[in-house]
């Protein structure tokens, strides 16, 4: 009687010790993991004292304490990872990082429809910006980034995007003839500097500085800020407020990183994305103003155009909207330009 209540006390441990759930990282049915770390790697282009860098600080910071550590977010700026926009996208699409915040032009290289945000001149000032990429328009486009392997977050900012030269100050689209003009990697970038008349080719902006510096090229163009924060103004004498593109960046995950994430930490990093977006925007704007100041100050000659004058480079680029009108849908095209109405 003895060995047989000893064999069904060792009968009854067993059992008991078999069905005690796993410790480790386990997840519950609602979808919350007990907890397992991610590890989320940023990488991008921007130096550290950019407000995309800036609000990436925040974001990191937001995810890390808001999960109690089960994110964590490791920043790479300046390029520290991908000299190009292009090659970071394809390290988050691979899954060699998890997120970047590249310009959406570059984004176009790996869906077409986004090169509708790239047609020079289309909105006039950044409320219209923000309709156009906060509305249904920018929702759907982000939506379709999923087909590509990518989460598209939000959009944030770089502001828009203004000439600068090396030869002379740029007032009329003539005054571009025959400078050898850097582009982003956008064929329609690309098309639109051509059809103002300059010798356009793109290339990458880990490598920009040195290239302006050594002739390769006579002009650029890009954001103020980066303007700046890159030291351009080292190597361009010359900036024209062209404000001919306004440039959005976006905030990329990869698509299969985020759907392993439990659901608790999927709304947490929309919460956070969105809290980005709102701040980093905010910053761009600042510092656009501060540091248009400091251009000038370390000798840049800036010079902004008139309703006319502009207009003028308007005229010229029509060629560049009749050209993409039917690989980016004509009605891609009206939704945004409708945003300028509202």
Known sequence: M????????????????????????????????SGETFTIRLAHLVPEEQSSHVAAEAFKEKLESESDGRLKVELYPNGQLYGSDREAIEAVQ????????????????????????DLPFLFNNNEAAYRALDGDLGTELLADLENNGI?????????FRHVSNNEGPIEKPEDMEGLKMRTLE???????????????????FGELYTALQQGTYDAMDCPISLYYTNKFYEVQ???TLTGHVYAATALLVNNDFYNTLPEDLQDLI???????????????????????????????????????????FREAAESVYTKYEDQIGKDLIDQALAANEE
């Open 94 to 117: 691979l899954g060699n990082v998890e997120m970047t915040i590249p310009a959406v032009a570059a984004m176009a290289s790996f869906n077409e429809k986004f090169q509708v945000f």
């Open 186 to 204: 956008s064929p329609l970038h690309t098309d639109t500097f051509n059809a103002f008349g300059a010798n356009a080719s793109p290339f990458a």
């Open 270 to 312: 929309m919460e956070a994305s969105e809290e980005f977006r709102s701040e980093q925007r905010e910053l761009a704007q600042q510092q656009d103003k501060e540091f248009l100041d400091q251009l000038e100050a370390e000798g840049m000659q800036i010079n902004d155009l008139t309703d006319e004058q502009r207009n003028a």
């Open 237 to 239: 004498d010359y900036l």
């Open 151 to 159: 989460k598209g977050l939000v959009f944030g900012e770089n502001g």
């Open 2 to 33: 003895k060995k047989l209540l000893g064999l069904l006390l060792i009968t009854l441990f067993i059992l008991s010790a078999c069905g005690r759930p796993d410790s480790g990282g386990s997840t519950s049915e609602g979808g919350e993991s």
